[in-house]
């Protein structure tokens, strides 16, 4: 299909390994959207690019999060050192225009789910 | 800042009836109002957004909703509950000044036969 695809889809990490997340955006989509969704709460923004530019990323938790979109489509967030906080399911979404304004549809990935023991 | 408060963390409703989700937002600017439905293991899929054009907004699956600025309120609502219909369903405010969503904690409906 054409939509956003997301691996893992499952990972458990022990605590203090890192971690590597991967989002596939849909073909030709400008801006790249990273969400954390705890258990039982609603997704919470992490960070934003528009193409390989990192415009936002006001909502990481920690310097251990890290995300990257080199060439504008693919992007990873790492978390390095994982704590047993980190557990979540961490959303892709991407929209279309260069703008990156919430009245572009984001289109979200089934997410992965990341547990830390 | 913005913020949604969704009433009612679990919400029955027998096939048939009528379904109201609730939401409730906080916004010091004018805002734009998302309904957003999850299905188990898959992403979030936009049911529907007001974006300052006619306050009832309406959405894919026959679901719709009413921005009621007096209430601060934007109630997802579907005449007749279909066991489809059966999922985690989330509000969501921004900015149109923005990139970001503020999501509600959602409310998982259940449909009974």
């Known amino acids: 299909g054409a939509g956003v695809s997301q691996s893992p889809r499952y990972k458990v990490a022990k605590r203090g390994q890192d971690v590597a997340l991967r989002c596939d955006p849909i073909?030709?989509?400008?801006?790249l959207f990273w969400y954390q969704q705890a258990l039982g709460q609603g997704p919470e923004f992490l960070t934003y690019?528009?193409?390989?530019?990192?415009?936002?990323k006001s909502g990481l938790p920690s310097d251990r999060f890290f995300a990257e979109r080199p060439e504008g489509s693919v992007s990873t967030l790492k978390i390095q050192r994982t704590q047993q906080e980190d557990s979540a399911v961490y959303l892709c979404?991407?929209?279309?225009?260069?703008?990156?304004?919430?009245?572009?549809?984001?289109?979200f990935g089934p997410g992965t789910r990341l547990t830390v023991l | 800042a913005q913020s949604v408060t969704q009433l009612g963390s679990h919400v029955s409703v027998s096939e048939g009836a009528l379904v109201l989700l609730r939401c409730n937002y906080s916004s010091s600017v004018p805002p734009y109002l998302f309904w957003y439905v999850q299905y188990p293991n898959q992403g979030l899929q936009l049911l529907l957004k007001y974006t300052s054009a006619a306050t009832l907004v309406k959405g894919i699956n026959g679901f719709e909703a009413e921005f009621k600025k007096s209430e601060t309120s934007f109630h997802l609502t579907k005449p007749s509950a279909h066991m489809s219909d059966a999922a985690e369903y989330f509000c969501?405010?921004?900015?149109?000044?923005?990139?970001?969503?503020?999501f509600g904690t959602g409310t998982s409906l259940t449909v009974i036969p």
């Open positions: 969501a405010v921004s900015a149109n000044t923005g990139n970001q969503f503020y």
């Open positions: 690019f528009q193409n390989e530019a990192q415009l936002d």
């Open positions: 979404a991407s929209s279309l225009t260069s703008r990156g304004k919430v009245l572009d549809t984001q289109y």
């Open positions: 073909s030709g989509h400008v801006s």
